[in-house]
């Protein structure tokens, strides 16, 4: 069983900034994707950024130019640099991987909270 382990949420203003990590308990190279998604109170799950085990990258257009994901296969990690925070940022973000085969394969963390509030 994968396990996918989120830290560095937390509380920030607007403008601020946080780096979200998640630690995988395999080689992030055997997903053919990770990213990160987030719920908002009282709104579904969307997502947030992706990247593909070929470095291919993807944005909401609401994180564009504010986000960046980025990896360290050595550490089997991947994150999420969070600049410009705002209050609608709000959220609980989780990691998530997947890999396509015979038998498709779908890993959630267990979330970590992000509130942008003065």
């Known amino acids: 069983q994968v396990q996918l382990v989120e830290s560095g949420g937390g509380l920030v203003q607007p403008g601020g900034s946080l780096r979200l990590s998640c630690a995988a308990s395999r080689s992030i190279f055997s997903f053919n994707a990770m990213g990160w998604h987030r719920r908002a109170p009282g709104k579904e799950r969307k997502l947030v950024a992706a990247?593909?085990?070929?470095?291919?990258?993807d944005y909401a257009d609401s994180v564009k130019d504010r986000f960046t994901i980025s990896r360290d296969a050595a550490k089997n990690m991947v994150y999420l640099q969070m600049n410009s925070l705002r209050p609608e940022d709000t959220a609980v973000y989780y990691c998530n991987a997947n890999k396509n085969g015979p038998r498709f394969e779908n890993y959630w963390g267990q979330g970590t909270q992000v509130t942008v509030s003065s």
């Open positions: 990247i593909t085990s070929g470095g291919s990258t």
